[in-house]
Antibody, heavy 114, light 112 residues
Framework: EVQLVESGGGLVQPGGSLRLSCAASGFTFSSYWMHWVRQAPGKGLVWVSRINSDGSSTNYADSVKGRFTISRDNAKNMVYLQMNSLRAEDTAVYYC???????WGQGTLVTVSS | DFVLTQTPLSLSVTPGQPASISCKSSQSLLHSDGKTYFFWYLQKPGQSPQVLIYEVSNRFSGVPDRFSGSGSGTDFTLKISRVEAEDVGVYYCMQTTQFPPTFGGGTKVEIK
């Protein structure tokens, strides 16, 4: 069974940093592009970033480019999102997953507030 | 900017009746490799998103066959042949053909 478990969220002050982690199991992780998407309270899904299967290519939404970095460790079946220079508008639940996995993780809440 | 437009915004359906959600893109979603990277998600209340349909019309194992996806180019449709109570939630379309990957605004489905 596909499982994705996000962690690392929390309360951080504007300008601060967080590193989100996503542990994957139940599928051939190293064959899948992985994505992070986010959902602000009461809002819809917004794509944030993706990384290709071997980690050699990454893409970002304009809103996070230069501040966020996605990475992966295929030996550990992990994908990460390093978030720097956080802003209030980054407050959201962050989900990891792939459009080719039936379930995404339960999400981790990031709150940026002073 | 690239846009996915979902309609309707909300849908109230009697159990056992059909439902249909449309998603229109501002550009063709046919990739140069011949595939169309278009997906349908369902986010049930209080839950994380789940992918129902990948590449326009392919259901994941475990997704009931009352769900079907169709379309091509810029126009796509998700149909539920007979809505059940467990189908409530917000449905999102998503594309990864064009950059950046994009979600539609969502369609909230509720039961009458």
């Amino acid at each position: 069974e596909v499982q994705l478990v996000e962690s690392g969220g929390g309360l951080v002050q504007p300008g601060g940093s967080l590193r989100l982690s996503c542990a994957a199991s139940g599928f051939t992780f190293s064959s899948y592009w992985m994505h992070w998407v986010r959902q602000a309270p009461g809002k819809g899904l917004v794509w944030v970033s993706r990384i290709n299967s071997d980690g050699s290519s990454t893409n970002y939404a304009d809103s996070v480019k230069g501040r966020f970095t996605i990475s992966r460790d295929n030996a550990k079946n992990m994908v990460y999102l390093q978030m720097n220079s956080l802003r209030a508008e980054d407050t959201a639940v962050y989900y990891c997953g792939s459009p080719y996995t039936p379930h995404w993780g339960q999400g981790t809440l990031v709150t940026v507030s002073s | 900017d690239f846009v996915l437009t979902q309609t309707p915004l909300s849908l109230s359906v009697t159990p056992g009746q059909p439902a249909s959600i449309s998603c229109k893109s501002s550009q063709s979603l046919l990739h140069s490799d011949g595939k169309t990277y278009f997906f349908w998600y369902l986010q049930k209340p209080g839950q994380s998103p789940q992918v129902l349909i990948y590449e326009v019309s392919n259901r994941f194992s475990g997704v009931p066959d009352r769900f079907s996806g169709s379309g091509s180019g810029t126009d796509f449709t998700l149909k539920i042949s007979r809505v059940e109570a467990e189908d409530v939630g917000v449905y999102y379309c998503m594309q990864t053909t064009q950059f950046p990957p994009t979600f539609g605004g969502g369609t909230k489905v509720e039961i009458k």
